[in-house]
């Protein structure tokens, strides 16, 4: 059964051309005109991924992103922003609301569809593991109480252990990162060559195991490694 995506965007060619592109690729795709009607077909279909746009009459995508958000069930869903605002803080609104990725206009669609695999990839690794940890929590020996002690204790030893793999200058750029600094930024603000933030960045992934900048600030901040 292929994979379902919501596509958001009150523009009709960008919302054709997408969804063309990815239906030939093999997956359902659905159509959302704004983030209200949008909102609507989360909770009827239940996508695997929505790809939106932020500028929307009705409801914005920064919206979108945060009511899908709220909903339990979806908040490990993968959400890709298309925009052409292209601002450091616009792009920090993307990310705090909860985007995976956020992709500037205008983009090659074959861009976009690897960033959807990917995404999808990931997607579908986390709801096994999840699916499995659930299975053994169900049918384990430990007591509730002592398997969330454990749990804790171990998450705790883990975000140590990792916080320790970092350098004092990974750690300065993964601050700056969370706050949505280009590598530009980033080197005036610790005089380094964009070229030499870049090499952080590929570290910093590398000991996280994300693969691209949202899935790393957001990892960064729930396993508290920013303040």
């Known amino acids: 059964m292929p994979l379902t995506i919501l596509v958001v965007d009150d523009d009709l060619g960008t919302r054709l051309s997408i ?3 990815l239906e030939l690729s093999g997956y359902s795709v659905i ?3 704004d983030g209200q009607e ?3 077909m989360v909770d009827d279909y239940h996508p695997d991924l929505i790809v939106t746009d932020i500028v929307m009459p009705q409801m ?3 919206e979108l992103v945060r009511r899908v958000r709220q ?3 979806f908040r490990l869903l993968p959400v890709i922003l298309l925009t052409a605002r292209t601002k450091t803080q616009e792009r920090i609104l993307g990310y705090q609301s909860g985007c995976d990725l956020y992709l500037p206009k205008p983009f090659e669609l074959e ?3 690897a960033a959807i ?3 999808l990839a990931r997607s579908q690794i986390i709801q096994s593991e999840y699916r499995f940890s659930h299975k053994e929590n169900l049918g384990g020996s430990f007591p509730t109480k002592e398997m969330d002690t454990h749990k804790s204790l171990s998450t705790h030893i883990q975000q140590s252990h990792l916080l320790s793999s970092l350098t004092a200058r990974e750690q300065e750029v993964l601050e700056l990162l969370t706050h949505g600094f280009s590598n ?3 080197g005036n603000q610790l005089h380094l060559s964009p070229r030499t933030v870049e090499k952080y960045v590929s570290s910093l992934l590398r000991k996280t195991a994300t693969s691209n900048r949202a899935e790393l600030v957001r990892f960064a901040m729930k396993h508290g490694l920013v303040d």
């Open 184 to 186: 530009a930024d980033m």
């Open 71 to 73: 909903q339990p069930i």
């Open 31 to 33: 159509t959302a005109n």
């Open 117 to 119: 695999r990917n995404l």
């Open 111 to 113: 861009e976009l569809a």
């Open 60 to 62: 914005n995508g920064y």
């Open 38 to 40: 949008a909102l609507a």
């Open 19 to 21: 969804s063309d592109y």
